[in-house]
């Protein structure tokens, strides 16, 4: 009787502490949604709050301003993760797969050459280089997806998942006379699906949050993603804040500038849908990386 009495209390306290936390990690959201719907003049004057006061929605009307520009950078973005995500899950299991099959020739040696990858990098020229020269993938929409398409790390992430799965399935396959591809796509994917959850969810957050190979392969604002044309209004507001981009707005009348409010609403505007898939992935996301992390 004291055990279960016991047991409860830890639980309860347990559930407390959780819940707590989860609350602390959320004001901080809260407080930046109702920010980016308040009055610039009152963000300066009274703060942060945990109330929307004197609503104002002034800061997403200057967002979407060039209405054309943020919906296209919002396609650019949206179409990269779902197919960057679902090509990177893909062929890291499709390379992962192999290299967890025991007997494999040369499978030491091919392990040895992707970790190599891990820890030498030919920097920054030879792969521009590579990209727009020899690749020619300058102002393409694939330059922002595959050049990290593939990644080392997810790789042995995957493959120490894929022997953890007994043996016995595969083998037991081949002699019904299934491939190799077969037994790949019809047992071993199904049962992957944490680790399949966990690399999805990485590759997403690193889709979705793309400005870099923007910056540097991209001139079209039409490839543009929304986290480029977000870092690019941040740019314009502080040159309107700097003494040049004063004098600019002096001869435009002194308008209040909301660009507090600007930073909340581009970053609602920008962690919004994320936010949003990783409830559904979570389930499976520390079981991928528990299992995935152990090495056999």
């Known amino acids: 009787m004291k055990d279960k009495i016991f047991d409860r209390i830890v639980l309860i306290t347990a559930y407390v502490l ?37 609503f104002d929605i002034t800061s997403y009307k200057i967002i979407f301003t060039k209405t054309n520009t943020i919906y296209k950078a919002y396609l650019v973005t949206v179409s990269m993760t779902v197919l960057g995500t679902m090509l990177t ?52 929409f694939l ?17 120490n998942y894929f022997k953890t799965l007994p043996a ?11 491939t190799d591809f077969k037994i790949f796509i019809r047992i071993i994917l199904p049962l992957s699906k944490p680790i399949l959850a966990t690399i999805a969810l990485f590759a997403a957050m690193g889709y979705w949050n793309e400005w870099y190979k923007v910056l540097l392969y991209i001139e079209k604002p039409d490839l ?33 500038l909301p660009s507090l409010g600007i930073r909340m609403a581009t970053a609602m505007l920008s962690i919004g849908p994320i936010v949003l898939v990783y409830p559904f992935l979570q389930k499976y996301f520390m079981k991928g990386i528990m299992i995935g992390s152990v090495k056999e």
């Open 18 to 54: 959780t819940g707590t936390f989860a609350v602390i990690c959320l004001v901080p959201l809260w407080m930046a949604f109702c920010a980016s719907f308040t009055n610039e003049n009152t963000l300066i004057r009274e703060g942060y709050s945990l109330l929307i006061r004197h």
């Open 89 to 140: 899950v893909f062929f890291t299991a499709l390379t992962a797969y192999p290299l967890s099959v025991k007997g494999l020739k040369y499978g030491g040696k091919i392990n040895l050459y992707i970790y190599l990858t891990m820890l030498l990098n030919g920097g920054l020229v030879p792969n521009y280089i590579l990209i727009t020269r020899v690749l020619d993938l300058k102002d393409n």
């Open 143 to 159: 330059v922002l997806i595959i050049p990290g398409m593939i990644n080392a790390y997810n790789i042995f992430l995957m493959t």
């Open 168 to 178: 016995s399935l595969a083998e037991s396959a081949k002699m019904d006379g299934a």
């Open 224 to 256: 543009y993603t929304l986290q480029f044309l977000i870092m690019k209004l941040q740019r314009e507001l502080d040159f309107l804040k700097s003494e040049l981009g004063a004098r600019a707005m002096e001869a435009m009348g002194n308008v209040t």
